[in-house]
């Protein structure tokens, strides 16, 4: 009989929310799961599906109009079909003690507070979808199993009404059978002509045959003594049958020996035993996935806290030096030395927030496999250096010791030069942050079996043994009270891991204990084929201080500050400049003044930055304007749109005043993009 095996339902899962938007960002985190997703932007619509569907999760905003969360989610609990469907608040609102009291009193799950982390949010999800298709699979299990059981006894009932299924036999003391009963047959395969005179322990399993005669030998002493066994015997096609039999001396009398045996046919029960003892285990199995499940799902959580904690934490610290810095800058006067300390310190604090955001969303891109590595000829030592250069104000802020040791001969690799740098920075930050100040952090590099092995090691605080297998997941940080400024957001090491195996190489830590630093092991394939040609430089590059030449600019952002402080910006570079705040006003201001450079902010409402990109393209006295997207969307998939509708350039906000001095200066040296006569 086959293993009871049945398929996982699909779940579905109710999305309950009065803004649209919400519900379109729901379903964009959570379609990928392949479940069923209902969507209701009210709580009474809500306890309507309720009552027509089961539902694996609900996930519940808190603010509603109407209908709000907390009373939808009681009214859910107060039916007996849905008492327990699980619950997940989402709001976007910060929330007191009181209110988290309310919400699990109601029966949830968890509290999110929006924004909502996606892979938070699908792992949660996924785990009571996975919890509600179990426990439907073990339903169905049980039900199969009783309605097998109740067939089975009704099959034995119809069997003892038509012809008893039961085998009595009349044993004599020497073991042969002198009557059978008509049901043998079905029982074992014999007639009870070719069983009668035979021995009937002949045909008893070997590892039941010396239990089976000792029990035939006390029934034989002991007149009206009676015996119960499960044995195993041999059926007439040559497999073995469980038979469960009851012995009895009836007779009583010396001069008479002889046992009258009672048998019934349990091996179908036995594999029912079998199977349940499977389907037991499976369960039990089941219990320690899910408790498994449940403390992954709390570290998570508790992941998630540290998490939003951190980064609350790592982007308020920039704003406080930029505020006093701007108030300074207020009260400095024309006091030149104080007013360039103010502005470095602003220049210091923005880098870092910039960099903490990179991070953030290079951690979203690897994790989705949304990126791609740009290979090509590179030397170690060039991408050494230029990790150094990031790495430097760090290193030389803490008054640490930095020693390189490179081959003396070059090492080419096939990689990435931008994000093999970034792992060498990281791991180099890494040790600087956690290295007590004036320490020595030594990189090195040598070629082992066809492969670079790259090194980083440090005399800082070390890391404990329990943690040395964690240091690269998401969010981990060996010491969180540690108070380093420059703490972090715990994604740097599960970077390096991510890009260090998308080049194909490996990276190990060791460490001997708390106190006793920390060594960071890369190993990179060398580059197969060493003797190929150079490839050619690129000498395309302007120089910092170039000149740049005045032109007519126009600055499109819905957001002033933006607009006003970039036009700012461009003036100070000696550029013309004109700003408009909408699409509709920067259509009539570059009709009527057409302009030869345009930065359109993307995301603007009512018309984007693509469709203005694109009316301006399809405007013959326009369309050689040379424009540039400025937006916090900077992936490729975005850089790629932005050419497809006609955009020259495209740049991530915050735009870096130098990236824009160069790109001003490539505009000179490839004056071709402009309007003739300029």
């Given at each position: ?374 290979k090509e000829r590179v030397e170690l030592a060039e991408i050494v250096k230029t990790a150094l250069e990031t790495t430097r104000p760090l290193v030389e802020a803490a008054n640490h010791q930095l020693i390189v040791e490179l081959p003396q001969e070059p090492i080419h690799l096939e990689a990435d030069p931008i994000r093999l740098a970034q792992v060498l920075a990281n791991l180099l930050n890494n040790s600087a942050k956690y290295t007590d100040e004036g320490g ?160 359109l902010d993307i995301g603007m409402p009512d018309m984007d930055g693509y469709e203005l990109a694109r009316r301006l393209r399809a405007d013959p006295e326009l369309r050689q304007m040379v424009l540039v997207a400025l937006t916090g969307w900077g992936q490729d998939k975005d850089r790629q749109r932005s050419r497809e509708v006609g955009f020259d350039h495209h740049l991530t906000k915050p735009a870096d005043p130098e990236a824009l001095h160069q790109l001003l ?14």
């Amino acid at each position: 009989m086959a293993a009871i095996t049945p398929a996982k339902p699909k779940a579905n899962i109710l999305l309950v929310d009065d803004q649209r938007e919400n519900l379109l960002a729901l379903e964009a985190v959570l379609e990928e799961l392949g479940h069923e997703l209902v969507f209701t932007r009210s709580g009474e619509e809500a306890l309507r599906l309720v009552q027509q569907r089961e539902f694996a999760v609900v996930l519940l905003d808190v603010h509603m109009q109407g209908l709000d969360g907390f009373e939808t989610a009681k009214r859910i609990r107060l039916r007996e079909d849905s008492e327990y469907t699980p619950i997940i608040f989402l709001t976007a609102f910060e929330t007191d003690r009181r209110q988290l009291e309310e919400a699990y009193t109601l029966g949830a799950v968890d509290y999110l507070v929006k924004p909502l982390v996606p892979a938070i949010l699908r792992a949660k999800v996924t785990g009571f979808v996975e919890l509600f298709q179990k426990s439907e699979q073990i339903k169905r299990q049980a039900e199969q199993l009783r309605h097998m059981e109740r067939r089975e006894l009704e099959d034995r009932f119809r069997s003892i009404i038509e012809n008893s299924y039961d085998v009595v036999v009349l044993i004599a003391a020497d073991g042969t059978a002198r009557y059978v009963s008509p049901s043998l047959t079905r029982v074992i395969g014999y007639t009870p002509e070719e069983f009668i005179g035979c021995n009937v322990f002949e045909r008893m399993h070997p590892d039941d045959l010396a239990h089976m005669t000792t029990i035939f030998a006390e029934l034989l002493a002991e007149p009206g003594a009676s015996r119960n066994a499960q044995f195993r015997y041999r059926h007439k096609d040559g497999s073995w049958r469980w038979l469960n039999g009851t012995g009895t001396n009836l007779l009583g009398k010396p001069s008479i020996q002889a046992v009258v045996g009672n048998f019934q046919d349990i091996d179908d029960q036995k594999r029912h035993e079998a199977e349940r003892q499977e389907l037991l285990l499976r369960e039990q199995n089941a219990r320690a996935e899910l408790e498994k499940f449940t403390d992954r799902l709390r570290e998570a959580n508790e992941a998630k806290d540290n998490f939003l904690a951190t980064l609350a934490h790592e982007l308020r610290n920039p704003l406080a030096p930029i505020r006093n810095a701007l108030q300074i800058m207020r009260l400095g006067g024309s006091n030149a030395a104080t007013i360039g300390q103010a502005r470095e310190l602003m220049e210091r604090q923005i880098q870092q927030m910039v960099r903490l955001i990179d991070d953030l969303l290079d951690v979203s891109r690897i994790s989705r496999g949304k990126t791609e590595l740009r290979k090509e000829r590179v030397e170690l030592a060039e991408i050494v250096k230029t990790a150094l250069e990031t790495t430097r104000p760090l290193v030389e802020a803490a008054n640490h010791q930095l020693i390189v040791e490179l081959p003396q001969e070059p090492i080419h690799l096939e990689a990435d030069p931008i994000r093999l740098a970034q792992v060498l920075a990281n791991l180099l930050n890494n040790s600087a942050k956690y290295t007590d100040e004036g320490g020595e952090i030594r990189l090195t590099a040598q070629r082992e079996d066809g492969d670079v092995v790259v090194r980083v090691r440090d005399n800082g605080i070390g890391i404990p043994a329990d943690m040395l297998p964690r240091v690269f997941d998401m969010f981990t940080q060996v010491n969180r009270s540690l108070g380093r400024s420059q703490g972090g957001l715990g994604i740097g090491l599960t970077l390096v891991q991510s890009l260090v195996h998308m080049h194909g190489g490996s990276v190990q830590v060791f460490s001997d204990g708390p106190g006793q630093g920390s060594e960071f092991v890369v190993r990179l394939p060398l580059r197969p084929h060493e003797g190929q040609e150079e490839p050619a430089q690129n000498n395309r590059g302007v120089a910092a201080d170039q000149v740049l030449s005045p032109r007519r600019i126009l600055v499109v952002d819905d957001n002033h500050d933006a607009a006003e402080s970039l036009s700012m910006l461009l003036k100070l570079m000696g550029q013309k400049v004109q700003v408009a705040f909408s699409a509709p006003e920067a259509l009539a201001a570059a009709r009527l003044d057409p302009p030869e450079m345009a930065f359109l902010d993307i995301g603007m409402p009512d018309m984007d930055g693509y469709e203005l990109a694109r009316r301006l393209r399809a405007d013959p006295e326009l369309r050689q304007m040379v424009l540039v997207a400025l937006t916090g969307w900077g992936q490729d998939k975005d850089r790629q749109r932005s050419r497809e509708v006609g955009f020259d350039h495209h740049l991530t906000k915050p735009a870096d005043p130098e990236a824009l001095h160069q790109l001003l200066a490539a505009a000179d040296l490839h004056c071709c993009h402009l309007p003739p006569g300029h």
